[in-house]
Nanobody, 127 residues
Framework: QLQPVESGGGLVQPGGSLRLSCAAA????????IGWFRQAPGKEREGVSLIVNSDGRTSTADSVKGRFTISRDNAKSTVYLQMNSLKPEDTAVYYC????????????????????WGQGTQVTVSS
């Protein structure tokens, strides 16, 4: 059973940076679609960025493109979300989630069911 664990959230001023981490021991053994999602109070959850751990393919939402970068370190079974030029509207609980890619025909996308979810980490952007 894969159990993602997020870390790295906190309070940061507008324009600042944070790096979120998502660690799960099982990432290194199989191919997964790993996504970062966020949910602000009173808003729908939205996909932020995703990566295929086996080949490094990524996709990032337009709302954060150019400011957020997703990456992975397979040796550490960890996925990162580097967030720069943070804005107050980036304030949310950020979740890491994953599903296994058991076939090359299964796409990595925000819109398929994710089987494994972390507990979330709070990011607050405020002066």
């Amino acid at each position: 059973q894969l159990q993602p664990v997020e870390s790295g959230g906190g309070l940061v001023q507008p324009g600042g940076s944070l790096r979120l981490s998502c660690a799960a021991a099982g990432f290194r053994f199989n191919s997964y679609c790993i996504g970062w999602f966020r949910q602000a109070p009173g808003k729908e959850r939205e996909g932020v960025s995703l990566i295929v751990n086996s080949d490094g393919r990524t996709s990032t939402a337009d709302s954060v493109k150019g400011r957020f970068t997703i990456s992975r370190d397979n040796a550490k079974s960890t996925v990162y979300l580097q967030m720069n030029s943070l804005k107050p509207e980036d304030t949310a609980v950020y979740y890491c989630a994953a599903y296994r890619l058991t076939s090359v025909f299964i796409p990595c996308t925000f819109f398929r069911p994710y089987d494994y979810w972390g507990q979330g980490t709070q990011v607050t952007v405020s002066s």
